[in-house]
T-cell receptor, first 114, second 110 residues
Framework: NAGVMQNPRHLVRRRGQEARLRCSPMKGHSHVYWYRQLPEEGLKFMVYLQKENIIDESGMPKERFSAEFPKEGPSILRIQQVVRGDSAAYFC????????????FGEGSWLTVV | QKEVEQDPGPLSVPEGAIVSLNCTYSNSAFQYFMWYRQYSRKGPELLMYTYSSGNKEDGRFTAQVDKSSKYISLFIRDSQPSDSATYLCAPGGSQGNLIFGKGTKLSVKP
């Protein structure tokens, strides 16, 4: 009974490169969320997706960041032209339909920009 | 005023103590109230989930929500060293957009 699977767990990128973070939700879950945790900061909501739809992207930075959840395959959070300030832990979470707010988190992807 | 405020601690208690963790929030529209536990370099783990006001108990953990004062509490009875972690409160609306506090770091000493 696998939980939310994220990969890679750790990623190092040079400034200007692209980072791609992948998330497979728990079995039976159709809703995916991405959160970011900066050092010494709380978790911040970024985006909420269902299959092939972005439902709420109010927390996404306006530039360089994008997310998708295709019909087949994992959800992808893509960060283009990374900068040092993008260094953070990125957490994916999932929930089944009609679950209210019981969302379950993965172990996170730690991005370091050098 | 921040949407969710939580004392960052650290809070250090002896094993067996009763621990009280608290949050305040500002948005009266919040209906769902979560507590997560996060170990270092790990993902948040859902501990308790409460809808609207009231109490909920699960083993050694009790969650309380007082919507009139916008105050959320988590009590841990008979605390164990394995409870040492950061505890995050997270009220929210209906779309999974949880607003997290910065977390309270708890240390339970044997």
């Amino acid at each position: 009974n696998a939980g939310v699977m994220q990969n890679p767990r750790h990623l190092v990128r040079r400034r200007g490169q692209e980072a791609r973070l992948r998330c497979s939700p728990m079995k039976g879950h159709s809703h995916v969320y991405w959160y970011r945790q900066l050092p010494e900061e709380g978790l911040k909501f970024m985006v909420y997706l269902q299959k092939e739809n972005i439902i709420d992207e109010s927390g996404m930075p306006k530039e360089r960041f994008s997310a998708e959840f295709p019909k087949e395959g994992p959800s992808i959070l893509r960060i283009q032209q990374v900068v040092r300030g993008d260094s953070a832990a990125y957490f994916c979470a999932s929930s089944p339909r009609d679950s209210g707010n019981t969302i379950y988190f993965g172990e996170g992807s730690w991005l370091t920009v050098v | 005023q921040k949407e969710v405020e939580q004392d960052p601690g650290p809070l250090s208690v002896p094993e067996g103590a009763i621990v009280s963790l608290n949050c305040t929030y500002s948005n009266s529209a919040f209906q769902y109230f979560m507590w997560y536990r996060q170990y270092s370099r790990k993902g948040p783990e859902l501990l308790m989930y409460t809808y609207s006001s009231g109490n909920k108990e699960d083993g050694r953990f009790t969650a309380q929500v007082d919507k009139s004062s916008k105050y959320i509490s988590l009590f841990i009875r008979d605390s164990q060293p394995s409870d040492s972690a950061t505890y995050l409160c997270a009220p929210g609306g209906s779309q999974g957009n949880l607003i997290f506090g910065k977390g309270t770091k708890l240390s339970v000493k044997p």
